[in-house]
Nanobody, 109 residues
Framework: VQLVESGGGSVQAGGSLRLACAAY????????MAWFRQAPGKEREGVAA???????SYADSVKGRFTISRDNAKNVLYLQLNSLKTEDTAMYYC?????WGQGTQVTVS
Protein backbone atom coordinates (compact mmCIF):
# COMPACT_ATOMS: atom_id res chain seq x y z
CA VAL A 1 0.00 0.00 0.00
CA GLN A 2 1.28 3.43 -0.90
CA LEU A 3 -0.22 6.91 -0.71
CA VAL A 4 1.72 9.50 -2.70
CA GLU A 5 0.99 13.20 -2.25
CA SER A 6 1.77 15.93 -4.76
CA GLY A 7 0.83 19.53 -5.47
CA GLY A 8 2.49 21.30 -2.58
CA GLY A 9 4.56 24.41 -3.10
CA SER A 10 5.15 28.01 -2.14
CA VAL A 11 2.43 30.59 -2.66
CA GLN A 12 1.58 34.06 -1.47
CA ALA A 13 -1.19 34.66 1.02
CA GLY A 14 -4.54 34.62 -0.72
CA GLY A 15 -3.38 32.14 -3.30
CA SER A 16 -4.54 28.61 -4.05
CA LEU A 17 -3.12 25.13 -4.38
CA ARG A 18 -4.56 21.72 -5.13
CA LEU A 19 -3.05 18.75 -3.39
CA ALA A 20 -3.44 15.27 -4.81
CA CYS A 21 -2.95 11.86 -3.23
CA ALA A 22 -2.56 8.88 -5.53
CA ALA A 23 -3.28 5.51 -3.93
CA TYR A 24 -1.57 2.27 -4.89
CA UNK A 25 -2.70 -1.09 -3.58
CA UNK A 26 -5.52 0.72 -1.85
CA UNK A 27 -9.01 1.74 -2.98
CA UNK A 28 -9.84 5.25 -1.78
CA UNK A 29 -13.56 4.61 -2.17
CA UNK A 30 -13.41 1.85 0.43
CA UNK A 31 -12.04 3.97 3.24
CA UNK A 32 -12.59 7.12 5.18
CA MET A 33 -9.95 9.40 3.67
CA ALA A 34 -8.48 12.47 5.30
CA TRP A 35 -5.86 15.17 5.13
CA PHE A 36 -3.77 16.06 8.16
CA ARG A 37 -1.12 18.73 8.53
CA GLN A 38 1.76 19.49 10.84
CA ALA A 39 3.44 22.84 11.19
CA PRO A 40 6.92 23.21 12.72
CA GLY A 41 6.74 22.99 16.49
CA LYS A 42 3.04 22.11 16.46
CA GLU A 43 1.05 18.92 16.82
CA ARG A 44 -0.37 17.15 13.83
CA GLU A 45 -3.98 18.16 13.21
CA GLY A 46 -6.83 16.90 11.09
CA VAL A 47 -7.80 19.26 8.28
CA ALA A 48 -10.53 17.52 6.32
CA ALA A 49 -12.12 14.10 5.89
CA UNK A 50 -14.51 12.39 3.52
CA UNK A 51 -16.32 9.17 4.30
CA UNK A 52 -17.79 6.43 2.16
CA UNK A 53 -21.06 8.26 1.53
CA UNK A 54 -19.16 11.43 0.51
CA UNK A 55 -19.91 13.27 3.73
CA UNK A 56 -17.23 15.91 4.23
CA SER A 57 -15.94 17.38 7.47
CA TYR A 58 -13.47 20.18 8.09
CA ALA A 59 -11.47 21.77 10.85
CA ASP A 60 -12.94 25.13 11.82
CA SER A 61 -9.72 26.85 10.77
CA VAL A 62 -10.14 25.80 7.12
CA LYS A 63 -13.93 25.64 6.75
CA GLY A 64 -15.07 27.60 3.71
CA ARG A 65 -11.54 27.74 2.26
CA PHE A 66 -10.54 24.10 1.75
CA THR A 67 -12.44 21.39 -0.11
CA ILE A 68 -11.79 17.67 0.04
CA SER A 69 -12.85 15.42 -2.82
CA ARG A 70 -11.95 12.17 -4.51
CA ASP A 71 -11.98 10.75 -8.00
CA ASN A 72 -12.82 7.10 -7.58
CA ALA A 73 -12.11 6.32 -11.23
CA LYS A 74 -8.57 7.63 -10.86
CA ASN A 75 -8.24 6.42 -7.26
CA VAL A 76 -7.05 9.87 -6.18
CA LEU A 77 -7.90 12.06 -3.19
CA TYR A 78 -7.72 15.85 -3.52
CA LEU A 79 -7.58 18.87 -1.26
CA GLN A 80 -8.31 22.25 -2.82
CA LEU A 81 -6.77 25.04 -0.76
CA ASN A 82 -8.09 28.55 -1.41
CA SER A 83 -7.56 31.89 0.32
CA LEU A 84 -4.38 30.57 1.86
CA LYS A 85 -3.00 32.17 4.99
CA THR A 86 0.49 32.12 6.45
CA GLU A 87 -0.82 29.91 9.25
CA ASP A 88 -1.66 27.23 6.67
CA THR A 89 2.07 26.63 6.23
CA ALA A 90 2.66 22.97 7.10
CA MET A 91 3.45 19.52 5.82
CA TYR A 92 0.21 18.02 4.53
CA TYR A 93 -0.41 14.28 4.79
CA CYS A 94 -2.90 12.08 3.00
CA UNK A 95 -4.45 9.43 5.24
CA UNK A 96 -6.48 6.33 4.56
CA UNK A 97 -6.46 4.78 7.99
CA UNK A 98 -4.21 3.11 8.96
CA UNK A 99 -2.07 4.23 6.03
CA TRP A 100 -0.25 7.56 5.75
CA GLY A 101 1.55 9.22 2.89
CA GLN A 102 4.95 10.86 3.18
CA GLY A 103 3.58 14.38 2.98
CA THR A 104 3.81 17.41 0.72
CA GLN A 105 5.00 20.82 1.92
CA VAL A 106 2.80 23.90 1.66
CA THR A 107 4.44 27.24 2.39
CA VAL A 108 2.43 30.46 2.41
CA SER A 109 4.22 33.78 2.63
Amino acid sequence: VQLVESGGGSVQAGGSLRLACAAYGFIVDDYVMAWFRQAPGKEREGVAAIDSDETESYADSVKGRFTISRDNAKNVLYLQLNSLKTEDTAMYYCVGFPYWGQGTQVTVS
